[in-house]
């Protein structure tokens, strides 16, 4: 079945070092969209990809979507405390329609 | 507006029971998707719905079936409780339109004894 592989599982860091998540999908994705999960909390939407190619920031995040539209990453540069959290990647194989399937997501420390 | 309603919150039932989770979508969604969370499977896709039809189902037994109303609520039935059903049952609201990102409720932490 469709699958979308995500890793690091789990990744800690000196505040001030950057990160990156990246995500592999089975199949060709129609976008791609990136969620952080607080501790306790519910995944909330961060943002999404849809062209093959495409690079988005947001402030010290860096989201990138293959030119396949098969794989994604995340990087975070000179992470703080605050980044800390789960990120998850989930991918739509059609566009039209609520189903995402999720990477198993990567857990983020940060140290101060 | 308002966001995501779950409830309950919390529940603990017993082997073999049944249980009712309830989400209320954002006001004008009409697309409810639902996902199961466990610590080593990660968010598993459950089932949408749209207009009150299912549009999309995982991987997942008859036990678990649901539905929506006409106001988009939607409600989620888990049948014959196993101790493996133990999970944060999450639902997503979305608008319906492609493209569109989810909206999660805080989720049922359903724990079965």
């Known amino acids: 079945g469709q699958q979308v592989m995500q890793i690091p599982q789990y990744q800690h860091v000196q505040e001030g070092e950057d990160f990156t998540t990246y995500c592999n999908s089975s199949t060709t994705l129609s976008n791609i969209q990136w969620y952080k999960q607080r501790p306790g909390g519910h995944p909330v939407f961060l943002i999404q990809l849809v062209k093959s190619g495409e690079v988005k920031k947001q402030k010290r995040l860096t989201f990138q979507f293959g030119e396949a539209k098969k794989n994604s990453s995340l990087h975070i540069t000179a992470t703080q405390t605050t980044d800390v959290g789960t990120y998850f990647c989930a991918g739509k194989v059609s566009g039209n329609t609520g189903k995402l399937i999720f990477g198993q997501g990567t857990t983020l420390q940060v140290k101060p | 507006k308002a966001g995501v309603t779950q409830t309950p919150r919390y529940l603990i039932k017993t082997r073999g029971q049944q249980v009712t989770l309830s989400c209320s979508p954002i006001?004008?969604?009409?697309?409810v998707s639902w996902y199961q969370q466990t610590p080593g499977q990660g968010l598993q896709f459950l089932f949408e719905y749209f207009s009150e039809t299912q549009r999309n189902k995982g991987n997942f037994p008859g036990r678990f079936s649901g539905r929506q109303f006409s106001n988009s609520r939607s409600e989620m039935n888990v049948s014959t409780l196993e101790l493996g059903d133990s999970a944060l049952y999450l639902c997503?609201?979305?608008?319906?339109?492609?493209?569109?990102?989810?909206?999660f409720g805080q989720g049922t932490r359903l724990t079965v004894v």
């Open positions: 997503a609201s979305m608008a319906g339109q492609p493209n569109t990102e989810a909206f």
């Open positions: 006001s004008g969604h009409r697309s």
